[in-house]
């Protein structure tokens, strides 16, 4: 494994040019259904995330976008036009609001997550277990930084 330490320069960018368009195919997979429901990426992710965080507050959805206070509320405000979530206040503190997504809400991103799951499941069948777990265990050390 130390060998990997002593990747050069241009393997380290094939790398970050792999991760792109892994990202980009990924997310594009699921254009269409955006189109239908008249909505972009930015929702997508919001959409996402609240279905993998059932009942997220406002501020811990934005430390997870890394986004401002005010491009969420557009986003939010974009989907509550839409009738795809809903708000409830916390029973503790009435100025904290959670989001769920209603069923139109979960209809969509499962139809979001059906077309991405082909090219993820397809890739991992493709793989060793062994190369799924290292490339699980990468992925999170990429995260964290």
Do not use: P
């Not at 890394?66 to 708000?87: E, H």
């Not at 769920?100 to 499941?121: A, C, T």
């Amino acid at each position: 494994m130390k060998e990997l330490l002593y990747l050069k320069d241009e393997q380290l960018k094939h790398l970050i040019e792999k991760l792109f368009v892994s990202y980009r195919e990924t997310f594009t997979d699921s254009k269409k259904i955006l189109n239908k429901y008249q909505i972009g990426l930015a929702h997508q992710k919001t959409i996402h995330l609240i279905s993998m965080y059932e009942g997220i507050s406002i501020s811990e959805l934005m430390g997870k976008l890394k986004v401002t206070k005010q491009s969420l509320n557009r986003v939010l405000k974009d989907l509550t036009k839409l009738d795809i979530i809903f708000f409830n206040k916390d029973e503790n503190d009435s100025r904290v609001k959670h989001i769920f997504l209603n069923e139109k809400g979960k209809k969509i991103f499962n139809e979001i997550f059906e077309v991405q799951k082909k090219r993820i499941y397809k890739a991992l069948l493709s793989s060793s277990s062994q190369e799924v777990i290292s490339f699980d265990e990468v992925l999170k050390r990429i995260i964290n930084g």
